[in-house]
């Protein structure tokens, strides 16, 4: 048998003759929801706009770069040349490895996406001391304008890191950094394309980058 209600607590408004009753959500239910919102706020100022590597994105980058460290000795002794550099700069895992090694020793000059701070723009297709692909290479290896541009073939310490950061850095042409510096060399390159025709057939497959 149904208890008589209230009438006090119908809501005023009234469709086709038919009121309900005003029942509000319990207390431990809207605190619940309030909890919530609080909590979403947290996470967002945590994980996306806090300390670099928080988000799940870059943790998931910083799992792989670990995994290719591990690996990085299975590659032996690898050479400072056009198809080298070629194969890795093709192959994603290395080129993730290049930019954590970037980020941690040349974003003071070339900015975190490699769209130049002091250094140049190493987006764009004007440079300075490139013509060819393996030209960066020697270019990190004995740095550039007078020391300007350091050499880090001593500081990287092994020439596998090389090839690694100039991968990276091939990888960039063409890019869209977030604040790119104006254009200063005075050779145009547009992509890499003429140097890659050169190599041999294969030469550029990824799978040979990654000892498979």
């Known amino acids: 048998m149904?208890?008589?209600?209230?009438?006090?607590?119908?809501?005023?408004?009234d469709y086709d003759g038919i009121q309900e009753y005003d029942n509000p959500l319990p207390g431990w239910w809207t605190n619940l929801f309030l909890l919530t919102i609080l909590f979403s706020v947290v996470y967002l100022l945590f994980f996306h706009t806090g300390a670099p590597g928080r988000s799940m994105i870059e943790q998931y980058d910083a799992s792989?770069?670990?995994?290719?460290?591990?690996?990085?000795?299975?590659?032996?002794?690898l050479q400072q040349d056009r198809a080298t550099l070629a194969r890795f700069m093709k192959d994603?895992?290395?080129?993730?490895?290049?930019?954590?090694?970037?980020?941690?020793?040349?974003?003071?000059?070339?900015?975190?996406?490699?769209?130049?701070?002091?250094?140049?723009?190493?987006c764009d297709d004007r440079w300075k001391n490139v013509k060819h692909l393996e030209d960066i290479?020697?270019?990190i290896?004995?740095?550039?304008?007078?020391?300007?541009?350091p050499a880090w073939k001593q500081k990287l310490g092994d020439p596998r890191e090389v090839i690694m950061v100039a991968a990276y850095v091939a990888s960039r042409l063409g890019a869209k950094p977030s604040s790119p510096r104006p254009p200063e060399g005075a050779v145009t390159i547009s992509s890499w394309e003429e140097d890659l025709k050169s190599l041999p057939p294969g030469a550029t497959d990824p799978a040979a980058a990654a000892g498979k």
């Open 64 to 77: 792989g770069v670990a995994l290719a460290k591990k690996q990085f000795g299975q590659l032996g002794e």
């Open 141 to 149: 290896n004995n740095g550039a304008g007078g020391n300007a541009m």
């Open 2 to 13: 149904n208890q008589p209600q209230d009438e006090s607590l119908l809501l005023s408004h």
């Open 92 to 122: 994603e895992k290395w080129v993730k490895y290049g930019e954590s090694t970037f980020k941690t020793h040349c974003q003071s000059c070339h900015g975190a996406d490699a769209g130049g701070l002091v250094g140049p723009n190493l």
């Open 137 to 139: 290479i020697t270019i």
